[in-house]
């Protein structure tokens, strides 16, 4: 079989379709068609088409899973989580038809390499995600220490991590709890149902009733 043709894609010209014996049969970003040297004329047997493809479907892959690295920092967990969804099968709508079809998941040894490989560039690092984290959750709206802890364990970030970042943040119980009274203070009548809410976003009690007593004053 012969590649004839190599094209670009109309939507992304960093891909370019590749036509074996005058017919569709994947597509490669640009780096992938130099480094497989994928040229036209040049000819594959079944089994050489069918280990280009699987590098077509990691590059796709990865090229999805860094830009939802590169929205926001994510955890190490958040991104194989992202990556596990890849795997499973899913059902979509045909344009052309209006049916519903089914499309099947990636291999999960593709997803582990995309995984490996963003690790390699540094897209991934849990410390990183968690100063993030950190420094930026509720910037204006306000966040206790304890929320902050508990959000990053249900993210997967080891608590030697979370523990160590939190002692060094600038933030303080007293802080987050003047940003939040300045914005919910107006909002509840019943100061009981205001330490109940602000219990419940993790301060302690004894720092909600200073806080509520120097609002006062």
């Not at 040229?39 to 860094?66: C, H, P």
């Not at 002692?167 to 009548?189: G, M, N």
């Amino acid at each position: 079989m012969k590649v004839t043709a190599l094209t670009a894609q109309q939507k992304d010209p960093n891909r370019i379709n590749v036509m074996v014996d005058s017919k569709y049969r994947f597509s490669l970003d640009i780096s992938q068609v130099v480094s497989l040297g994928v040229k036209v004329g040049r000819e594959y047997s079944d089994a050489e088409l069918a280990e280009i493809e699987g590098e077509s479907q990691f590059g796709k892959l990865y090229a999805r899973a860094l830009e939802y690295c590169l929205m926001r920092p994510h955890s190490a967990r958040e991104v194989r989580d992202y990556l596990w969804r890849k795997t499973r099968e899913t059902k979509y709508k045909s344009r052309r038809t209006g049916e519903i079809k089914t499309r099947d998941g990636v291999a999960p040894e593709l997803a582990d390499r995309v995984y490996d490989k963003l690790v390699e560039k540094q897209y991934i690092d849990d410390e990183k995600f968690a100063r993030y984290w950190v420094e930026n959750r509720n910037l204006t709206k306000g966040a206790s220490r304890r929320k902050l802890s508990s959000e990053l364990a249900a993210k997967g970030v080891e608590r030697g991590v979370v523990e160590r970042l939190l002692a060094e943040s600038a933030r303080t119980d007293d802080d987050e709890l003047q940003k939040i009274l300045a914005k919910k203070r107006s909002k509840y009548s019943d100061e009981q149902k205001l330490m109940q809410y602000l219990a419940r976003q993790g301060f302690s009690y004894d720092d909600i009733k200073h806080a509520l007593s120097d609002d006062r004053t």
